[in-house]
Nanobody
Framework: QVQLVESGGGLVQPGGSLRLSCAAS????????MGWFRQAPGKQRELVARVVRGGSTIYADSVKGRFTSSIDNAENTVSLQMNSLKPEDTAVYYC???????????WGQGTQVTVSS
């Protein structure tokens, strides 16, 4: 099993920056990808960024050029650096890992990000 724990959410003004981190534990060797999803009130959960271990990173069009995600293999963490934040970025952000040969999803508990003046 893989466990994921997020940290770093909070309240930030429009145009500001915030960094999220997610620590993985358990069967680390089985992780294929790590990344971030978000869910705003009344909306479906959507992909923000996905990092393939040893490979590339994909981003949602809405965050390209503003958000950066990367895996630290030594620390078994994935981060999400969010710059130029907008009110529409307000959501609960969930860390995600795809595990095993069939890429089963694992989720963190979520962390609230609120962008407001």
């Amino acid at each position: 099993q893989v466990q994921l724990v997020e940290s770093g959410g909070g309240l930030v003004q429009p145009g500001g920056s915030l960094r999220l981190s997610c620590a993985a534990s358990g069967s680390i060797f089985s992780i294929k990808t790590m990344g971030w999803f978000r869910q705003a009130p009344g909306k479906q959960r959507e992909l923000v960024a996905r990092v393939v271990r040893g490979g590339s990173t994909i981003y949602a069009d809405s965050v390209k050029g503003r958000f950066t995600s990367s895996i630290d293999n030594a620390e078994n963490t994935v981060s999400l650096q969010m710059n130029s934040l907008k009110p529409e970025d307000t959501a609960v952000y969930y860390c995600n890992a795809e595990v095993g040969y069939n890429y089963l999803p694992r989720w963190g508990q979520g962390t609230q990000v609120t962008v407001s003046s």
